[in-house]
């Protein structure tokens, strides 16, 4: 008896030297980044309405299979990102000092255990930021 071949499926696809979940807009850095911040798959799922969980194991399974590829991937959109920010910080202080109280607003939000202390943004934001 002869069996079969096993259809095999694709779940990530590269476009312009990066790397997506097939079919989708999304990228295979944010299911890694979830997966590495300790978020179980079926969260990963939840928070990625647009993919199934056969597609988050995928993804994860790519990163184990690739881990190095992968590492070195993030390790350079990290760096290409921090270019970006120094040349925004060069090119419009005012604007990335205004972003970063924005940003430490919104982390101060998020963290509940900080707000019940009593801390609220006019701790965190200089006068002329509210």
Known sequence: MKLAPIPTKQYIEQRDEEYW???TRISLDSVVYSFL????????????????LEQVYGAIAFYLANRELVD??????????????????????LLYQK?????????????????????????ILPPSQF
């Open 72 to 93: 070195a991937y993030l390790k350079k959109g990290e760096a290409e990102f921090q270019q970006l920010q120094q040349s925004c910080r060069e090119k419009s202080p």
């Open 37 to 52: 911040n300790g978020e179980s798959p079926e969260s990963i799922a939840q928070n990625f309405p647009l993919l199934s």
């Open 21 to 23: 979940l097939e079919g």
């Open 99 to 123: 972003l970063k109280a924005a940003q430490a607003y919104n982390m101060c939000l998020k963290n509940s255990n900080f707000l019940e202390e009593g801390y609220n943004y006019h701790n």
